[in-house]
């Protein structure tokens, strides 16, 4: 998608340093963090949601990519939450699919 932010990122158009890269997914911190470790992790391939996927890989490839990107960020032992806001109510800003990796504060629960 040409007027994509995110696609643009993942191609590289937008120079932005990857925390995590592989062929399928790419990860870079949130430029609006909300808390001290916030990475966003997303499929190099564009889908504007998670309602739109049709391919169940997608998934698997986000979360390992984001279990993988906790380990090398050291935050197993405390914690971390992950997070795929969709659509909406569910308070998705970047109609690219991507999940949030939070960690380094206690998250409350539920969410806002
Ligand atoms: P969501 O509300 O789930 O759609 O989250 C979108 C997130 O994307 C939000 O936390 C801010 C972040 N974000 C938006 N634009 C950019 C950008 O250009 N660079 C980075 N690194 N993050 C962005």
């Known amino acids: ?10 191609s590289g158009e937008i ?9 399928n997914i790419v990860a ?3 430029l609006n963090p909300q808390a001290p470790v916030h990475v966003l992790i997303i499929p190099r391939k564009h889908y504007a949601s ?17 279990v993988k990107v906790a380990r090398a960020l050291g935050l ?3 914690g971390y939450r ?3 806001n ?3 109510e569910g308070g998705q800003t970047v109609l690219h699919l991507h999940l ?7 998250l409350g629960w539920p969410p806002g």
């Open 1 to 10: 998608m040409s007027d994509c932010i995110f696609c643009k990122i993942a």
């Open 15 to 23: 120079p932005t340093d990857f925390v995590y890269s592989d062929d």
């Open 28 to 30: 870079f911190r949130d």
């Open 50 to 66: 998670a309602a739109v996927v049709d391919d169940e890989k997608v998934f698997s490839d986000l979360m390992s990519g984001a």
């Open 76 to 78: 197993e032992d405390k």
């Open 82 to 84: 992950m997070v795929i």
């Open 86 to 88: 969709t659509g909406e």
């Open 100 to 106: 949030h990796l939070l960690a380094g504060r206690n």
